[in-house]
């Protein structure tokens, strides 16, 4: 099967642009986490949607969103970008159906000017 | 919510000694415990998981340990090679309120294996 992936590969944006990244599951997969990467911060979950569904919500602002169509792909958006959003977005797959093994993407690498 | 802490957060061993990171956790209803991979550039990879049923799992050079009463969780290298670099991630999975069978996964901060030829 083919693995998880991620378009762009890498971004470069402005403050105040907005920017939406986008995931592909492996076949089969329901569920899409999303995680934001920094050095200082380590992974920390976003979001996460099942079936077009978001079932669950990590700590960050409305500045960030997604959803998720019904072939599974999913998008998330950051709007009103901060030199803080600079990190990398991670991705990950599952069956989506409990403590489960989660297949990461390679990751879009956002940088913020 | 959760909480993973995770130590050290970098770790040097010489090229066939054993290494082992430890982690802990907040919620005692935290259920399954698995542990990622990412070398330099690349996306993390699964190498080990354990859940809370079992106190053990080995795979060839690596095992993991759970000790639920204590809440924490250790991962173990043995006859490390070069190539066993990398940052590595344990996590911690916590369902959902309400029996749901879904949840998410916390993450601790990393340790960054350094293996020395």
Known sequence: KAGV???????????????TLSCSPISGHRSVSWYQQTP??????LFEYFSE????????????????????????????????????????SSLGVGRETQYFGPGTRLLVL | GENVEQHPSTLSVQEG????????YSDSASNYFPWYKQELGKRPQLIIDIRSNVGEKKDQRIAVTLNK??????LHITETQPEDSAV??????????????YG???????????VHP
């Open chain 1, 53 to 92: 569904t978001q079932r669950n919500k990590g700590n960050f602002p409305g500045r960030f969103s997604g959803r998720q169509f019904s072939n599974s792909r999913s998008e998330m958006n950051v709007s009103t970008l901060e030199l803080g959003d600079s990190a990398l977005y991670l991705c990950a």
């Open chain 1, 5 to 19: 992936t991620q378009t762009p590969r890498y971004l470069i944006k402005t403050r105040g642009q907005q920017v």
């Open chain 2, 69 to 74: 009463t204590a809440k924490h969780f250790s």
């Open chain 2, 88 to 101: 590595y991630f344990c996590a911690a999975w916590e369902s959902n309120a309400g029996g749901t069978s």
């Open chain 2, 104 to 114: 998410k996964l916390t993450f601790g901060q990393g340790t960054i294996l350094t």
């Open chain 1, 40 to 45: 200082g911060q380590g992974l920390q979950f």
């Open chain 2, 17 to 24: 000694d054993s290494a082992v990171i430890k982690c802990t």
